[in-house]
Antibody, heavy 118, light 109 residues
Framework: QVQLQESGPGLVKTSETLSLTCTVS????????WSWIRQPPGKGLEWIGY???????DYNPSFKSRVTISLDTSKSHFSLKLTSVTAADTAVYFC????????????WGQGTMVTVSS | EIVMTQSPATLSVSPGERVTLSCRAS??????LAWYQQKPGQAPRLLIF???ARATGIPARFSGSGSGTEFTLTISSLQSEDFAVYYC???????????FGGGTKVEIK
């Protein structure tokens, strides 16, 4: 059974770079589309972007100038970098994956809370 | 950007009742529509994809319908474990810009 696990600092200073990693276990990272999604406290879900198994990326235009998603197949993980963060970037960050039969987000990590503060 | 609008924002229901949640897209998304359930402190769980197909392990009391811009999630007989927030999401847009509705909270009456 495929599992996703987010990791990274829980606190990031204003104007610095948020960096998170999603480790994939129980399955190959060499297929599918690997996404980052976030949820500010008490609010809804926002797709940040994805990277495909062959390294192609697409990002939400709301983040395009600040976001980079990368893939390391040798370590079975993919990563998110979000630069110049502000308090508005405080959220639970989820990694997620599609499946062989749908582009919907079939598998999710448990999420990791990131607080941006000076 | 395709805007997804869910209604109502909150629904107060009793266990055993039939529940209908609505989701509207600002433009056609064909049947590229998913529904998720989220409980406090947990990640969302995929319930429905392709507007009407149940994901693996999802009970038959959950059903989805609709196409184009109007979609519905129905829970035929609400169980205690179904009290949660439900989100719809479109994955039709290209270049990809996946968007979610604002959610409907199903709470105990």
């Amino acid at each position: 059974q495929v599992q996703l696990q987010e990791s990274g600092p829980g606190l990031v200073k204003t104007s610095e770079t948020l960096s998170l990693t999603c480790t994939v276990s129980g399955g190959s990272i060499n297929n599918f589309y690997w996404s980052w999604i976030r949820q500010p406290p008490g609010k809804g879900l926002e797709w940040i972007g994805y990277i495909s198994y062959n390294g192609n990326t697409d990002y939400n235009p709301s983040f395009k100038s600040r976001v980079t998603i990368s893939l390391d197949t040798s370590k079975s993980h993919f990563s998110l970098k979000l630069t110049s963060v502000t308090a508005a970037d405080t959220a639970v960050y989820f990694c997620a994956r599609d499946s062989q039969i749908t582009d919907a987000f079939a598998i999710w990590g448990q999420g990791t809370m990131v607080t941006v503060s000076s | 950007e395709i805007v997804m609008t869910q209604s109502p924002a909150t629904l107060s229901v009793s266990p055993g009742e039939r529940v209908t949640l609505s989701c509207r897209a600002s433009q056609s998304v064909s049947n590229n529509l998913a529904w998720y359930q989220q409980k406090p402190g947990q990640a969302p769980r995929l319930l429905i994809f392709g507007a009407s197909a149940r994901a693996t392990g999802i009970p038959a009391r959950f059903s989805g319908s609709g196409s184009g811009t109007e979609f519905t999630l129905t829970i035929s007989s609400l169980q205690s474990e179904d009290f949660a927030v439900y989100y719809c999401q479109q994955y039709n847009d290209w270049p990809p810009l996946f968007t979610f509705g604002g959610g409907t909270k199903v709470e105990i009456k």
